[in-house]
């Protein structure tokens, strides 16, 4: 990849970690486009999917939406895994959890069946500690 996606990738995790919550790819797009007016929906597509492929960020598949890997190392660079992802419906905060035990049993479980299971995507909704379960969703 060249110095430009380089450092395209670079302004989307930016955006993403400034973020106080999961960002969809055309509200990254708006918020690059102060920077650059002229931008263009593949080339934010094109970042993230770089930045998956690397484990920088995660993809939320229930909102549509990004958000950054909370397990990055202090260098920056992320570390392979796969992730459980708890969503308040209520706040909308999110949470990054490993399982390895429990994603090296869903895979297990799913090759006994012939499946050959290629990523584990586990999102688990509901409210968060700080919402509570008295609270009701909206």
Do not use: W
Not at 53 to 65: F, V
């Amino acid at each position: 990849m060249g110095k430009r996606g380089e450092k395209m990738q670079a302004e989307v995790l930016d955006a993403l970690k400034v973020s106080e919550a999961p960002m969809s790819a055309y509200e990254i797009l708006a918020a690059l486009r102060g920077a650059h007016p002229k931008i263009a929906p593949t080339t934010v597509y094109r970042a993230l999917k770089a930045l998956l492929e690397h484990g920088r960020i995660h993809r939320l598949e229930s909102l549509n939406a990004y958000m950054t890997c909370q397990h990055l190392h202090t260098d920056d660079a992320a570390h392979p895994h796969q992730s459980v992802l708890s969503i308040c419906d209520d706040c909308g905060a999110v949470d990054e959890s490993e399982a390895p035990e429990l994603l090296a049993s869903l895979g297990d479980m799913l090759v006994k069946t012939g499946f050959q299971p290629q990523r584990h995507v586990i999102e688990v909704h509901g409210r968060c500690a700080d919402c509570g379960p008295e609270r009701s969703v909206r």
